[in-house]
């Protein structure tokens, strides 16, 4: 070996262990991880807008720290700036800045999964696939940043009084978070900038590890980020008046902290997978030959597999959430789904709904790249059917919007029929035979161009379809029986085994199937490209309805706290502490939507123009 | 052929929609129609284009039907209705009419973590019917406060809510929003007795003020009823009509 590459080496392991260390430095060590202040100083509480003063400790007991409660604020404490309306523009930075982050959180995550696939079966479309999928997600870091920057600036300029107080409590973690986020930097460019410099034998496994790191640091800043916003929805270590107890751990560790640190982290990967998808189907309509078709087919294919794989355990993930906000608190609980918001959960039950419908369209038309999949695309319409039915049952909503004569007729604002649909158990019944239907849809296509050549095939058939029937028999019985006919206790323990039976069905399936098609005969080469144009235009669906929908929800977690900035500790009185009108909402979320887009279509073309040269003949 | 057979079942789907209302007199809102409609639309399209077999199929008569030079008196004819099917859509959409816009009342209010109600501070959060306990602890005098919560019912709240407490006294009908129905699974059942307590106690005026007009005609049964004669008729509407309230253990 010769010296120059022996110390190459050395440095880039140094580099590594650097990365380590500091990692290892940065993350909060459990239960027992308290951080106090011990710079001395008293906090005392001012009047109006200066809440939170840091005065000398003359006369304060030795060592303890005390702190002010909450500020009060008037008005007349909100900077404003004419021609901006504060509250809009920290919403649609705000927003912007989550979308973002979304992305560039969820990509490293299957970029790392599919790099050790790659590596693990020595395919080399593996490691240029991933390298393509980070690629795109790198500009967009940038754009994170930015939006991140001007986030933290807009909300200092806006609402300095309520910052001031965010940073009493959690300004230790301010300085760990923009730490971690160099780190992050670091290990972003690194991964990025060495794929081809550390693409074989020893080297890859230290690429490898380099993308391990990345998602650490990445998820990490990702946790701190979810303990701000949860502590402004369920606040702990606090008390009624605001005043920190001094255990930065109690306010991050908060009651809704790990229900939407699982949400988030699930919801980003469908989100990133969604966005590849639509870079995927942007690239296969622009392909001019055959081979780059086949490529980002099988691109698309890939990252409709990973929006899909975790789209399907998400509303399990939204309901523990919501379910956690209910127990915290009834009031927001039912802001949330049975008072001013229930109707933006039913366009949110359709946007979940066109998302199902696109997946399962892009499977369906998936088929069309094989030969054997003639003998399954009947059932397509009993899927169809089936799909359909469960969907708009998820939507049914239980309080209608009637016309006066409607309202005579039925004698009341909930129908005598579709009133029990409008409720959670008709809801959670639907969505899990809707997950089990659309697993059917990727099994059918799993194993469309193969033929079991084992011996027991028809008997692991029977062995799936009981699985199948068992399993929605259970949900029916939990969701009709547990949910209409038993007190609430169980009405919502039941939705935790309609869940298992869901999940019991997708692993015994998976299991069942890789088994079963071991050593399978193919009908013939898949022919990757072959895809209809149509199809593509359901990976833009996914990617567009993903962004409105996160858009939608998010509008609606921050206002279930309506006019607090800290729920019940510090109260919003700026001009623009009311809830805006559903419509109003949908119009600003769905600008963001737009502007959010076209940076994106701007990054496609981006990573377009990267790969082009400009000619002698051009010059 | 499939394209008649697109126009069959967008025509069934559209009458299982509409049946409610003609067998039952209940009919599916017409807003809720529109969404039914069209997500069942786009399921049929969906279904009827996942192969390239059937998207040419589906298609081949509109296809022909544009560009066959033959077909150009069906193309005329199809393109003067088509517009004008649309206008009249359009117009039956947007004519001035006598009947009061449609309305979307949100009709489960948020209710507040704290309530002021006879001289007293309640956290909603943690109230509890005093004489829920009995049910297990003392079945006879459960019933006997069921029986009592009934005589308060009776003298107070059928008027409005019925005497089958389906929403339908003698009253209700005058009023807009209708009496709450305590009958079936979708009301009461899912609530907590704190918050069917807070309800009676502060009535209509003591609604948040997201979401107004409500226009309850609900009194404030504070001002005329004890506290200890509200949970009284809490028991009552609860075991009448068969349901338990809402609770997390």
């Not at chain 1, 080399?124 to 991140?148: H, L, N, P, Q």
């Amino acid at each position: 070996m010769q010296p120059i590459l022996r110390s190459k080496r050395a440095l880039l392991l140094l580099a590594l262990t650097g990365l380590v260390v500091l990692f290892m430095l940065m993350v909060p060590a459990g239960d027992g991880y308290v951080l106090h202040r011990t710079d001395g100083l008293v906090y005392a509480g001012g009047g109006g807008g200066g809440g939170s003063e840091a005065v000398s400790s003359e006369g304060a007991e030795a060592g303890k720290v005390e702190y002010p409660p909450a500020p009060k604020l008037k008005e007349s404490d909100y900077p404003t700036i004419s021609g901006i309306n504060s509250r809009v523009f920290v919403w649609l930075v705000a927003q912007l800045h989550l979308w973002f982050a979304a992305f560039v959180l969820a990509v490293p995550i299957f970029v790392f999964i599919i790099e050790a696939i790659g590596m693990a079966t020595k395919d080399e479309r593996y490691d240029k696939m991933a390298y393509e999928f980070i690629k795109v997600s790198i500009t967009a870091y940038s754009i994170t940043a930015i939006f991140g920057g001007l986030l933290a600036i807009s909300l200092m300029v806006f609402y300095p009084d309520f910052m001031k107080y965010l940073t009493l409590i959690f300004g230790d973690s301010f300085i760990w978070y923009a730490l971690i986020f160099f780190a992050e930097s670091a290990c972003l460019y690194i991964y990025y900038y060495g794929w081809n410099a550390m693409k074989h034998g020893f080297r890859k496994w230290m690429h490898l590890t380099i993308g391990f790191l990345l998602n650490g640091v990445g998820t990490t800043l990702m946790l701190f980020a979810n303990a701000w916003v949860t502590f402004m929805m369920s606040p702990e270590g606090v008390d009624a008046s605001g005043v920190f107890g001094g255990n930065m751990w109690e306010a991050i560790h908060n009651h809704l902290w790990n229900p939407i640190n699982l949400h988030r982290f699930i919801a980003n990967v469908a989100y990133g997978g969604s966005v590849v998808g639509a870079y995927a189907a942007y690239k296969f309509l622009s392909a001019t030959t055959e081979e780059e078709k086949a490529h980002y087919d099988w691109m698309g294919y890939t990252a409709n597999f990973i929006a899909i794989a975790a789209l399907l355990p998400l509303p399990f993930a939204g309901y523990w959430l919501t379910a956690e906000i209910y127990a915290y608190s009834q009031q927001m609980g039912i802001t949330l789904m049975g008072g001013v918001f229930a109707w933006l959960f039913i366009v949110q039950a359709v946007l979940i709904g066109a998302l199902f419908l696109s997946a399962n369209y892009y499977l369906w038309c998936g088929m069309e790249r094989s030969e054997g999949a003639y003998r399954y695309t009947p059932y397509i319409k009993y899927i169809g059917f089936v799909i359909v039915v469960c969907f708009l049952v998820w939507f049914t909503p239980h309080t209608m919007i009637l016309t006066p004569s409607e309202l005579k007729a039925l004698g009341g604002q909930y129908h005598p029929i579709l009133g029990p649909l409008g409720i959670m158990p008709a809801k959670n019944t639907a969505v899990n035979i809707m997950i089990i239907f659309t697993f059917l849809s990727f099994l059918l296509y799993r194993r469309a161009n193969k033929i079991p050549t084992v011996s027991w095939a028809s008997f692991g058939n029977g062995v799936q379809i009981g699985i199948f029937t068992a399993a929605m028999v259970n949900i029916m019985i939990l969701g009709v029986y547990y949910g209409y006919f038993t007190n609430t206790v169980y009405k919502v323990a039941s939705s935790v085994p309609q869940v298992v039976a869901t999940l019991m069905v997708i692993v015994a399936g998976v299991v069942i199937d890789v088994f079963m098609y071991r050593g399978a005969k193919e009908v013939g080469p898949l022919k990757w490209g072959k895809m209809p144009e149509r199809s593509q235009y359901a990976l833009f669906l996914l990617a567009v309805s993903f962004t409105w929908l996160m858009g939608l929800m998010g509008f609606i977690r921050s206002a279930i706290r309506q006019h607090w900035h800290v729920y019940t500790v510090m109260r919003d009185n700026s001009v623009d502490a009311f809830t805006p009108t559903i419509g109003y909402a949908a119009k600003v979320v769905s600008v963001g939507t737009i502007i959010f887009m076209a940076i994106v279509i701007f990054i496609f073309w981006l990573s377009h123009l990267s790969g082009k040269k400009q000619t002698e003949y051009q010059r | 052929m499939r394209l008649l057979q697109f126009v069959i079942w967008v025509i069934i789907s559209y009458l299982f929609f509409k049946l409610p209302g003609i067998l039952m007199g209940k009919p599916i809102p017409s807003s809720l129609i529109l969404m039914y409609m069209f997500f069942a639309v786009v399921m049929i399209l969906l279904v009827m284009t996942s192969t390239e077999k059937s998207t040419r199929e589906l298609l081949a008569p509109i296809k022909s039907m544009l560009e066959d030079p033959s077909k150009k008196l069906i193309r005329n004819v199809v393109f003067v209705i088509v517009p004008i099917v649309a206008g009249v859509i359009t117009y039956e959409q947007i004519k001035p009419t006598y009947e009061a816009p449609v309305e979307l009342r949100s009709t489960h209010p948020a209710p507040p973590s704290t309530i002021k109600i006879y001289g007293k501070t309640y956290d909603l959060l943690a109230l509890e019917n005093p004489y829920r306990k009995y049910e297990k602890e003392d079945p006879e005098k459960f019933k006997e406060l069921v029986r009592e919560g009934g005589e308060v019912y009776f003298k107070h709240c059928f008027y409005c809510h019925g005497d089958k407490l389906d929403g339908k006294g003698h009253y209700g009908q005058g009023f807009n929003p209708l009496p709450l129905p305590f009958q079936g699974k979708d009301t009461i059942a899912q609530l907590q007795e704190s918050y069917v307590f807070w309800r009676i106690a502060t009535g209509g005026p003591g609604l948040p003020k997201e979401s107004t007009p409500w226009l309850s005609a609900m009194p404030i049964w504070e001002d005329f009823i004890t506290e200890e004669e509200i949970w009284k008729v809490i028991l009552f509407i609860y075991d009448y009509t068969g349901n338990v309230p809402r609770s997390w253990e």
